[in-house]
C-alpha cells in the first residue's frame, strides 16, 4: 500500500481536524469518499483520500433500504468498526442515524460516544440552528462533529424529495445562518448537499470551518461522493456525479465469465485444484 498522498493535504500519518482546517486556509481542497467495508476503505486509504465518511447511506448502497431514514444506530456502529479497523491514515467520520440525536444533547451525545467507542473520529448529524445545542455538547465532551446543510436525507419526506436546497434569497440566506449558527456552536466541518454553486461558494467564504460539497459546485473546501456513485457501480447518474470507473459492467462480466467456465467445466483447472 502506498503511503504517499496524491492528494491536497501534505503527509501526515494521521489526518486531523487541524488539517482539514490547514488546507481550508492553503486553498488546498481535499476528499472525502463514503466506505462501508475493508477492501473499499483499504483502497481509499491508498488512494490518499483524506477523510472517509460511514454515512447512513449504508443503508441505501448496502443493506437495500429505501432512504437513510431507515439506517439504524446498530448498523452505523457495525460498519463504522468495520471502516476503522481497516485504516489508519483517514480520519473516519460517522453519522449519526435517523432518530438518534434530534430529542436532544443527552441522545446526541449517548449515541455519539457509541461511535466513537467504535472508532469514529468525528460524528456527522443533519441539520441547522435547531441541532446547535447538540453539536456545542458534543464539541464540549471532546468529540469533533460535522453539520450537513442544504438537501438532507434524513428529511427527504419533509423537503418533497431529492431538491436543490437554497435557490431563493432566502432560503441561502438561512443556508449562511444555519452554517454560522453551526460553526459557533463548535461544527469542526460542514457538509453542504445539493446547493447551488454560488450560494455554497458564499457560505464557504463565510466560514472559518471548511465546507464539504457534494452537488454544491467547484469552491467548497472539499468534495464527497459516495463511492458506489463515483466508481459506477450503483448506476446513480445524478448531474453532480462523475463516473470516475465503470465497476457494474466489469462485475457482470466477471460474474458471466465465472458463470461459463463453472457450465463448461473449464473452472477450476489442475491450477485450482489440489492433489
Ligand atoms: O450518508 C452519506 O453518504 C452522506 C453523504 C451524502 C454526504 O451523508
Redesign the pocket.
Known amino acids: 500500500m502506498s503511503t504517499e498522498p496524491a492528494s491536497g493535504i501534505a503527509a501526515p500519518a494521521t489526518i486531523r481536524l487541524r488539517h482539514l482546517t490547514q488546507a481550508k486556509e492553503q486553498g488546498r481542497p481535499f476528499s472525502m469518499l ?1 466506505a462501508y467495508d475493508q477492501f473499499a476503505a483499504k483502497a481509499f486509504e491508498a488512494a490518499g483520500v483524506e477523510v472517509l ?1 460511514v ?3 449504508v443503508g441505501t448502497t448496502v443493506l437495500g433500504y429505501d432512504s ?1 431514514t431507515s439506517t439504524t444506530h446498530q448498523d452505523m456502529l457495525t460498519f463504522t468498526g468495520a471502516v476503522a479497523r481497516s485504516v489508519t491514515r483517514p480520519l473516519v467520520v460517522a ?1 449519526l442515524a435517523f432518530g438518534t440525536y434530534e430529542a436532544g444533547p443527552a441522545e446526541a451525545l449517548r449515541h455519539s460516544v457509541e461511535l466513537v467507542r467504535a472508532g469514529a473520529g468525528a460524528v ?1 448529524l443533519e441539520g441547522g440552528e435547531e441541532v446547535a445545542p447538540q453539536v456545542r455538547a458534543l464539541a464540549r465532551a471532546g468529540i469533533p462533529v460535522f453539520g ?1 446543510l442544504g438537501f438532507t ?1 434524513q428529511s427527504v419526506n419533509s423537503l418533497s424529495g431529492h431538491r436543490v436546497q437554497g435557490r431563493d434569497p432566502q432560503g441561502a440566506q438561512k443556508m449562511r445562518e444555519d452554517a454560522l449558527a453551526l460553526q459557533s456552536a463548535g461544527a469542526a466541518a460542514i ?1 453542504l ?1 445539493l446547493v447551488p454553486a454560488a450560494v455554497a461558494a458564499s457560505v464557504t467564504a463565510s466560514l472559518s470551518v471548511p465546507t464539504i460539497g ?1 452537488g454544491a459546485g467547484p469552491d467548497c473546501d472539499g468534495q ?1 461522493l ?1 463511492w458506489q456513485d463515483m466508481a459506477g457501480l450503483s448506476g446513480f447518474q445524478g448531474k453532480f456525479v462523475k463516473t470516475f470507473a465503470d465497476l457494474r459492467p466489469q462485475l457482470e462480466r466477471a460474474a458471466q465469465q465465472f458463470r461459463a467456465e463453472v457450465a463448461e467445466r473449464s473452472y477450476p483447472g489442475p491450477e485450482h485444484s489440489f492433489e
Request: proline fraction near 7%; glycine fraction near 6%.
Open positions: 463514503t465518511l454515512g447512513d447511506s437513510t453519522d456527522k450537513h436525507p457538509v448537499e457534494i464527497v459516495v
